[in-house]
Structures are given as C-alpha cells and as structure tokens.
C-alpha cells in the first residue's frame, strides 16, 4: 500500500540553525512533491513544489531536495526563527493524480 | 489572492443530526476538496469535484456526501452524524488536479459531535 511518513517525533531547535525535516514515501511514483505550513487551528499554506527532474529547490531560508532513488524529499529551514514554530506537510501525488498528505512535523524554535 | 472561506470555525452537532459544512472559494477553481484531519493521521482526502455537479470518492468517503451546484461553492453533507465524525475539516481549491498544482486551503471547521 502507498505510505508517507514524515519525521515521527517532534523537532525542537535553538533559534539560528538549521532545521532538517524527512518525508519519506513507498508505492508512489511522484513527478511533484509538495510542502506546506500549518499553525495551529489554521489551513495548511502552500511553501514549496519540486519536481522529480529537479534535485533541488530553494525559496529564501527554505530548501527542499528530492530523491527519486532513496523515495525522499528532505526540507531544511536555514536560520531559524521562533516564527517558524508550525507544523510541515509534505505531500505528493498518488496515483490517480490527488495530492496525498503525510501526517506532519512539528517544529519549534526556541529563541 | 486566492480566498477559501469555510462557513463555521466551530461547531458542536449532537449525534444523529444532518450536519453542513460549506465551502466557497473566489479564484474561479475547477477543482475543489473536503478533506478531514486527525492527529498523527494527516490530512486525509474525503471528496473532491472537479466541475460544477461533478465530484469523485476519495480515501473515506463513507458517512459524507457532497455538492457542488455553483463553481465557487462546494459543501460537505454529513447525513446523521456519529461521534466518530469529531475531526477538523479542511476544504481546498486548485486550478488543477495532480501534483503540479498547489492547493489553497480555508481556516478549517473544527467539528465536535456529542
């Protein structure tokens, strides 16, 4: 059956690193890969798209990578701040084209 | 920008009542999505339209029925609900369906069924 797991436990960093999130996947063959904010109690708010062909995106302090090999996508925050405490969904096409959703990683950045 | 408004934030139903979730977005998207979120199950998919008097089952579409007789509009049904429907739901719209397309999402309704 198609899987996507994300990191299982919470992340918690100081503010000024680098936050290393996963998003692995098993049964899909994806040409898109997706990923999302979501704060509390609110709708989760488009970040980043990244394409099989691409192995790298970036957009400002994000950075997103895709390995159509390892069935992985890894998303770094660089600099953290407090303001980036949400959770993090990856989220990739099934097979009959809808968007799947992982269950998310919560990240909190101490300042 | 793209606005998804949904109808309530909260809402508190007793069990066995017909329950409506509406949804209205204002970008003029073929495609719309009524999806429910649990902790630690993500975001899981319970229809979606893809034209005005169209829509296709998603992953859990048992217990829900949906319609959609405006493009801008999208509601979700629950037919007698059961406390088992206490979950957050989440409406989306995108100009297209696949990967290659973002989704908009609304603030979401948090649902409490007693």
């Known amino acids: 059956s198609q899987k996507i797991e994300q990191n299982s436990e919470a992340l918690n960093i100081q503010e000024g690193k680098t936050a290393t999130l996963t998003c692995n996947y098993t049964?899909?063959?994806?040409?898109?890969l997706q990923w999302y904010r979501q704060d509390p109690g609110r709708g989760p708010v488009f970040l980043l798209l990244?394409?099989?062909?691409?192995k790298e995106k970036r957009k400002e302090r994000l950075k997103v990578t895709f390995d159509t090999t390892l069935k992985q996508s890894l998303f770094h925050i660089t600099a953290s701040q407090p303001a980036d405490s949400a959770t993090y969904l990856c989220?990739?096409?099934?097979?009959?084209?809808?968007?799947?959703f992982g269950a998310g990683t919560t990240v909190t950045v101490r300042a | 920008d793209v606005k998804v408004t949904q109808s309530s934030r909260y809402l508190v139903k007793r069990t066995g009542e017909k329950v409506f979730l509406e949804c209205v977005q204002d970008?003029?998207?073929?495609?719309m999505f009524w999806y429910r979120q649990d902790p630690g199950l993500g975001l899981r998919l319970i229809y979606f339209?893809?034209?005005?008097?169209?829509?296709e089952k998603g992953d859990i579409p048992e217990g829900y029925s949906v319609s959609r007789e405006k493009k801008e509009r999208f509601s979700l049904i629950l037919e007698s609900a059961s406390t088992n429907q206490t979950s957050m739901y989440l409406c989306?719209?995108?100009?297209?369906?696949?990967?290659?397309?973002?989704?908009?999402f609304g603030p979401g309704t948090r649902l409490t069924v007693t």
């Open positions: 989220a990739l096409e099934s097979n009959d084209y809808k968007l799947s």
């Open positions: 049964n899909y063959s994806p040409a898109y």
């Open positions: 970008m003029d998207h073929e495609n």
């Open positions: 989306a719209s995108s100009p297209g369906t696949g990967g290659k397309y973002e989704q908009y």
């Open positions: 339209s893809y034209d005005v008097k169209m829509k």
């Open positions: 990244i394409r099989e062909n691409e």
